[in-house]
């Protein structure tokens, strides 16, 4: 603990003062050290941070509880250690009309840094503590300071108002003196003091801030104040946890819709009426990014939806597959864009794969051997040996394959930016979509099967077809299903048949429906635009 120090023996008694400090280690450690100005306090090391930061707030704690209330005669310790209210003022600034006086009751007050790296606790007066930024008193002595004067003079020996100056105190004889814990008694002065009159101190409601908007003391509702002064700590609270909860968010956001709505009304202030609009916005926004995130969704009043891809980034990246595989197809036809869009999750990474019988004669291919020979013979797939010898093969003694266009080049670009770990939880979305039991059950042909690829990924989070449920325009399903207006018409007709597709409507532009609640766990939905954001996030 440090002493502040005095100048003259006789003096008050000192204030008490001391810091307790956090502090790292070193370089490349997440380690702490807590020290305190004590020199009898030991100095702890804690693994991270936030252990760090509790053990100095429990050691700062355990001074406290061990110290006694303030002593009234104590001298303030910030003025011993040259703080900047009692200095006078160096940089060129107005000074004040009156030089800086100590006075009130000698309180014990606690100073935090803003960053949390130190806590500091000193004996001061109620009128320095006050002029401290930040500072929180945490006790009061129990009595006033003994009343003084520096220079006894006997014209102040009726009741009368004393005058006072810089280097001058009066000599208080009547009751009801002030007192200032900054002047020192001298000896044989000392009066005794009167027992204080305790008069409760009246209290404005505390100022609350959000959004870069104070929120007024006299506002009314009183619950409408407390609401937007409750969210402006909520925010704030938010911005210091260490790992980001968008639920959570999404729930502060439609908080503070609601009450800058009600806020608007009150004072009829459009700008807060717009605040609540974007803060409406976000909350949508944020929850759309939180089950994108997580993968689930709410449908109805059923639970969340667990998808099979569970990041944005996996839809994209099967989107990519399916656009590449419309605009690089070697031959015509739904039959061919199947097998190669399979084949092509299977070689994606690095150009080559394994492959069964089974993989492709679970298409539902017209001629599975007769389209297999056509990729072998036009170059665009490579066999070890022959067609036959691929139906044939088990799981056990699988075929390798390679697709040369897919092989990388010597620079490693490929067509695909996803990795090594991306490609087998593609392959394996793109195997459950197509071989669906119900559409197994009802023979669906490649077309049917590759129409539900693709609209797997032309839908929102909800299974509406297109962005927002607008649907899917033709020329972006035309090129990754090929088929005629009366060829995909039957395939629609195949899908709802199949409980895939409900409410399918087909006009000259646009596919609109929705996919049905059993097949949205094979869905990558469409990422929604994000909403403007209100405002600076700390600011709130």
């Excluded at 305190?36 to 030991?42: K, Q």
């Excluded at 250690?81 to 940089?91: G, N, Y």
């Excluded at 009368?160 to 002047?183: E, K, L, Y």
């Excluded at 605009?327 to 299977?346: I, K, N, Q, S, W």
């Amino acid at each position: 603990m440090t002493q502040a120090a005095v100048g003259d023996p006789g003096e008050r008694v000192p204030g008490r003062w001391w810091t307790v400090r956090l502090d790292a280690v070193g370089r490349g450690s997440t380690a702490v050290r807590v020290t305190c100005s004590r020199p009898a306090c030991a100095e702890q090391r804690l693994a991270s941070t936030a252990d760090g930061r509790a053990a100095a707030v429990a050691h700062l704690k355990a001074h406290l509880r061990a110290v006694p209330v303030p002593r009234a005669e104590a001298y303030c310790a910030c003025r011993a250690e040259s703080c900047r209210t009692h200095l006078p003022d160096t940089t060129g600034r107005p000074a004040r009309a009156e030089p800086w006086r100590c006075g009130g009751p000698v309180v014990l007050a606690v100073v935090t840094d803003r960053e949390g790296r130190w806590w500091q606790a000193m004996e001061c007066c109620s009128r320095c503590a006050a002029a401290t930024p930040g500072a929180k008193t945490v006790g009061t002595s129990r009595t006033p300071a003994p009343r003084t004067a520096e220079r006894p003079s006997s014209a102040a020996t009726g009741v009368g108002a004393p005058r006072f100056s810089d280097h001058q105190a009066p000599v208080p004889t009547g009751v009801g003196a002030p007192q200032f814990s900054d002047h020192q008694p001298p000896a044989g002065t000392t009066a005794p003091a009167p027992t204080p009159r305790s008069v409760p101190a009246r209290r404005r409601p505390r100022q609350g801030r959000i959004a870069q908007r104070v929120v007024p003391h006299d506002l009314l509702p009183d619950t409408l104040r407390d609401e937007l002064t409750e969210l402006g700590d909520l925010f704030r609270a938010y911005q210091r946890r260490e790992q980001p909860d968008l639920a959570i968010l999404a729930d502060l956001q439609e908080r503070k819709a609601r009450a800058f709505t009600t806020w608007a009304a009150v004072t009829g202030d459009d700008d807060l009426r717009e605040e609540a609009r974007r803060a409406e916005q976000a909350a949508a926004t944020i929850r759309s990014q939180h089950q994108q995130r997580t993968g689930g969704v709410t449908y109805g009043d059923g639970p969340a939806v667990t998808r099979l891809l569970t990041v944005p980034t996996q839809w994209e990246h099967a989107r990519s597959v399916l656009a590449h595989v419309a605009d690089h197809a070697p031959l015509p036809g739904p039959e061919a864009r199947l097998l190669v869009l399979m084949l092509t999750l299977r070689t994606a990474y690095t150009g080559t794969g394994n492959l069964v019988g089974q993989d492709v004669n679970a298409l539902g291919l017209t001629d599975p051997r007769d389209l297999v020979e056509k990729l072998t013979g036009c170059g665009w797939l490579s066999l070890p040996g022959t067609v036959d010898d691929l139906l044939a093969s088990r799981p056990e003694n699988p075929t390798p394959i390679t697709v040369p266009s897919l092989v990388p080049p010597e620079d490693g670009t490929g067509p695909f930016t996803f990795g090594r770990k991306m490609r087998p939880k593609l392959s394996g979305w793109a195997q459950r979509v197509v071989t669906d039991k119900k559409l197994r059950k009802t023979k669906a042909t490649a077309g049917t099967r590759l129409l539900a690829l693709t609209l797997a990924t032309r839908a929102d989070a909800s299974g509406r077809l297109g962005p927002d449920g607008q649907g899917v325009p033709l020329d972006t399903l035309t090129p990754r299903t090929p088929a005629d207006p009366d060829e995909l018409r039957h395939l629609i007709d195949r899908l709802t048949t199949a409980d895939w597709l409900t409410d399918p409507t087909l006009t000259d532009t646009h596919l609109t429906g929705r996919l049905t609640e059993r097949v949205l766990p094979l869905t990558c939905p469409l990422l929604q635009d994000p909403a403007p954001r209100s405002g600076s996030e700390p600011d709130e």
